[in-house]
């Protein structure tokens, strides 16, 4: 892994998760950039990724591709968005027959949730996003407490994302 520069960020609560993604979607160079999500289950991966692509306009129902694997979202005016859920990808295979290293090749920002599951057929990610369950997360209650988060710039255009 290559790192230029990292900053760490502490999340008591969803409103500093939603603030952190409209804070990386006023960055002009995201909307051509890589994007690797990691942690636990329950960490809020998505629920970033929601708040990122709401930021970023767009409308409608977003959801996990968990077992699609890819969700695309149209931005007016710029290439799609693919957000990416490697959680169950198993096959090398799948990877060319699905057709995603275009979709790597083409323009525009990709997300990937459970990169580790496909980490030898992607590219190096601009930002790397490492989130961690806080000491108060209820175990019964997913997505509530706080978060440990580590954002990573792997690239010059990480380190843009990171200004």
Same mark, same amino acid.
């Given at each position: 892994?290559?790192?230029?520069?990292?900053?760490?960020?502490?999340?008591?609560?969803?409103?500093? +998760?939603?603030?952190?993604?409209?804070?990386?979607?006023?960055?002009?160079?995201? =909307?051509?950039?890589?994007?690797?999500?990691?942690?636990?289950?329950?960490?809020?991966?998505?629920?970033?990724? =929601?708040?990122?692509?709401?930021?970023?306009?767009?409308?409608? =129902?977003?959801?996990?591709?968990?077992?699609?694997?890819?969700?695309?979202? &149209?931005?007016?005016? +710029?290439? &799609?968005?693919?957000?990416?859920?490697?959680?169950?990808?198993?096959?090398?295979?799948?990877?060319?027959?699905?057709?995603? =290293?275009?979709?790597?090749?083409?323009?525009?920002?990709?997300?990937?949730?459970?990169?580790?599951?496909?980490?030898? !057929?992607?590219? !190096?990610?601009?930002?790397?996003?490492?989130?961690?369950?806080?000491?108060?997360?209820?175990?019964?209650?997913?997505?509530?407490?706080?978060?440990?988060?580590? !954002?990573?710039?792997?690239?010059?255009?990480?380190?843009?994302?990171?200004?």
């Amino acid at each position: 892994m290559t790192i230029l520069e990292t900053r760490s960020l502490h999340w008591p609560d969803e409103a500093a +998760c939603a603030a952190t993604a409209q804070r990386l979607a006023a960055h002009p160079a995201l =909307r051509d950039a890589f994007v690797e999500l990691h942690g636990p289950l329950g960490a809020g991966k998505t629920t970033f990724t =929601r708040h990122l692509l709401q930021a970023l306009g767009v409308t409608g =129902r977003i959801k996990s591709p968990t077992y699609a694997v890819m969700e695309q979202y &149209p931005l007016p005016g +710029c290439a &799609p968005i693919s957000h990416f859920d490697f959680y169950r990808f198993k096959d090398p295979q799948e990877f060319e027959d699905a057709g995603f =290293r275009d979709v790597f090749g083409a323009p525009g920002l990709k997300i990937a949730e459970w990169p580790e599951q496909a980490q030898a !057929l992607l590219p !190096l990610a601009d930002l790397r996003i490492d989130i961690a369950l806080g000491d108060d997360k209820p175990e019964d209650e997913p997505g509530e407490g706080e978060r440990h988060v580590q !954002l990573t710039a792997q690239t010059p255009r990480g380190v843009e994302l990171l200004s």
